[in-house]
């Protein structure tokens, strides 16, 4: 039997539709993220009657050169183009996203459509926590890819950019701008949101600041907004107990949409 330290891990889109289910969950991943990062809440979707479709961002799932080529402009336009396809067969839709994904979402969610009822960001930054930290993990990954604990394997199952390092970000000058870029204009976007969003950040988070979470409850003055706190997390690694937060969230969404009242035409 082969090492699990050294099989390749395939991060490819994927989607599973529930029969006859009025509502779809659609997940989208970050900053060299993978759709593999949301199987456990796909499945949790999908065992309570949700279709669910998880994104690979276009750029990503494959060489670190490949990269390059693509930035904040085909991310947006492809989850754009994703939800008007499910919107034709939904009725309401939930977004999830990780990292610059949740700020996909929470924008993609200011077009008006009728059909997208909650935002749910997990670990999204509109301030950066500049650490040593991400460097050391990566790291980790980079000079001892057998190596083997939770935390790392959750890294490396969370990245779909083969042979990415810290020394490619020197390449990828036009997708950092993109990152900053994208959070600026999230910032502005905020009191524009009419969506219930949730806001779920780790204060050991080593990517993102803990300050994101005052601006996410400051900017989002005209909807419902909830800030739920994890205090055991990284930015892609959460210990079992606080995954059980953010599985626990994703079930209220799904439930308060249920009790939602039907729309009389």
């Not at 065992?47 to 750029?59: E, F, I, T």
């Amino acid at each position: 039997m082969p090492n699990k330290t050294t099989m390749t891990i395939s991060h490819q889109a994927f989607e599973k539709m529930y029969p006859n289910a009025d509502t779809i969950v659609v997940f989208s991943h970050g900053f060299i993220g993978s759709p593999n990062q949301f199987e456990e809440m796909a499945e949790l979707a999908y065992q309570n009657g949700c279709s669910v479709l998880s994104l690979l961002l276009p750029g990503h799932g494959g060489q670190a050169k490949d990269f390059r080529t693509f930035g904040l402009d085909d991310w947006e336009r492809h989850l754009e183009h994703e939800l008007r396809r499910v919107s034709a067969s939904y009725e309401h839709i939930i977004l999830v996203g990780h990292s610059i994904g949740g700020l996909l979402c929470l924008n993609a969610a200011l077009d008006k459509n009728p059909k997208i009822k909650a935002v749910l960001l997990i670990s999204s930054p509109l301030k950066l926590r500049y650490s040593p930290k991400p460097l050391l993990i990566g790291m980790r990954l980079h000079l001892f890819p057998k190596r083997t604990n939770e935390l790392l394997d959750a890294y490396r199952k969370s990245s779909s950019i083969t042979g990415a390092s810290m020394f490619h970000y020197l390449f990828w000058r036009k997708q950092v701008t993109d990152m900053y870029r994208l959070m600026a204009k999230t910032k502005a976007n905020l009191p524009a949101v009419r969506v219930p969003t949730t806001v779920i950040y780790s204060t050991k988070d080593e990517t993102v600041s803990p300050k994101s979470a005052a601006l996410f409850r400051n900017g989002l003055t005209n909807t419902d907004v909830n800030i739920i706190a994890l205090h055991a997390s990284h930015h892609a690694f959460y210990p079992a107990e606080e995954r059980a937060v953010i599985h626990q969230e994703l079930l209220r969404l799904i439930f308060s949409i249920r009790r939602m009242p039907k729309r009389t035409m």
